[in-house]
């Protein structure tokens, strides 16, 4: 969400924050045709051009106010540190584009992602926002009366970091060889960095609790509905060989959905809610056969189009705690309960780790919030930062 998030998710994503899950849908075999073999052409990998980065440092004194957002103050020295960080990325990027594709992405080449910018200009702004969000964070945990202990504050030297990141015997000389292996990362530049993602999670905190417990569960709940969430569970009954993806025989199938009409008529039969929860839990732990009941063992909260289709129009033609007939689905015979929206539901995720409700939604609270804090204090950067051209300094 606008220059808040764009810097916050660029950094977490760089440190491999980011946790790919599979959706339950899509484990179900399929059939994939193996493409027929041929031999590689050798491809002639484009020239990158890197940039000087110590010309451009030279730009200005270290000791310039590159960004000052309210109070905050940032200096050249630790700008031009996060340049270089996010160049040498892109450059690495060009190398990839050119070793897999044979494509020639340099910096006075356009990104093509409908902004107009070069990647030169990209660099200037992709900086610009991400670390001027990083000093709105500081800024406003300021306005909040929000600092970092002393302990937090100790964790923040670069002795310590690099105790705690590479074990006890390691000097800050081995942080500054790890970060700029893994990352390009100085080492100013991650205790900048490090520095404003623990106020960040203070802020959050204080304003929305740890786990979201300040937020009222029918804001969450309502901000559910919203977004058209849907949420049930489910009692999958498998018509296919989950390992060869081939339908099984006649008889188990029939057998199957057998099973399946028994467990809705006393699904049925029962009135109360909460007992109805428990014995659909009971029946889901011994008969399902989703893979996914594990991880999701309170039933699947989601947003339309995520599950297949026949299990979403049975779904939103459901009244909260009624029972489905089995149906169909291509992997095998489903029993599906609407339960209705609830703040402490984990929402499901294919794509990323899954999260609590009332978490997502505090996250999301904050990240408004910061935006809404960026834009009413704008940053005021160093004369010509701007428009600052990266291509005089393309090393040919």
């Known amino acids: 969400m606008k220059k808040m998030i764009l810097g916050l998710v660029a950094v977490l994503v760089l440190f491999g924050a980011v946790v790919t899950y599979t959706h339950w849908d899509s484990a179900a075999p399929a059939a994939v045709a193996a493409a027929p073999t041929a031999t590689a052409k050798p491809v002639e990998t484009p020239t990158v051009h890197t940039l000087d980065y110590d010309a451009i440092r030279a730009l200005y004194p270290a ?24 160049g040498l990325q892109y450059e690495d990027y060009f190398r990839q584009m050119g ?21 030169a200009q990209g660099l200037v702004k992709e900086t610009n926002e991400t670390l001027a969000s990083f000093m709105a964070i500081k800024a406003m945990a300021k306005e909040k009366g929000i600092s970092l202990d002393e302990e937090t504050q100790k964790n923040l030297d670069p002795e310590t970091m690099a105790h705690q990141i590479l074990g006890e015997k390691a000097t800050v000389a ?12 100085t080492v100013r530049a991650f205790r900048f960095y490090s520095e404003a993602l623990d106020l960040y999670t203070l802020l959050a905190q204080e304003l929305y609790g740890a786990q979201g417990e300040k937020v009222a569960a029918a804001d969450v709940v309502a901000d559910l509905e919203e977004h058209g969430y849907l949420s049930a569970h489910h009692i ?87 029972v489905s007939d089995p149906v169909q689905s291509d992997y095998g015979f489903h029993i599906i309960m609407r339960l209705p929206l609830n703040a402490d539901s984990l929402l499901f995720s294919p794509m990323g780790t899954p999260q609590i409700a009332r978490v997502a939604y505090a996250q999301e609270r904050i990240t408004r919030d910061l935006d809404d804090y960026y834009a009413a204090h704008p940053p005021v950067f160093a004369d010509g930062l701007e428009e600052l051209d990266l291509t005089q300094y393309i090393v040919k």
């Open 236 to 322: 999958l009954f498998m018509t296919i060989d989950p390992m060869t993806g081939k339908n099984l025989e006649e008889a188990e199938v029939a057998k199957k959905l057998e099973q399946a009409n028994a467990l809705v008529k006393e699904l049925r039969a029962i009135e109360d809610h909460e007992e109805l929860l428990k014995r659909f839990a009971e029946l889901k732990e011994q008969y399902c056969e989703d893979t996914g009941k594990t991880a999701y063992p309170d039933g699947y909260t989601f947003t339309p189009g995520t599950m297949v289709k026949v299990f979403e129009d049975t779904l939103t033609a459901q009244q909260p705690f009624e």
């Open 174 to 185: 081995d942080l500054a060889a790890e970060l700029e292996n893994t990352s390009h990362m």
């Open 99 to 119: 070793a897999y594709y044979g494509v020639a992405a340099d910096w006075a080449g356009s990104m093509g992602d409908g902004s107009g910018n070069t990647y």
């Open 63 to 86: 000791d310039t106010a590159a960004i000052t957002l309210e109070d905050e103050v940032m200096n050249w020295d630790v700008y031009a540190d996060w340049l270089r960080t996010n």
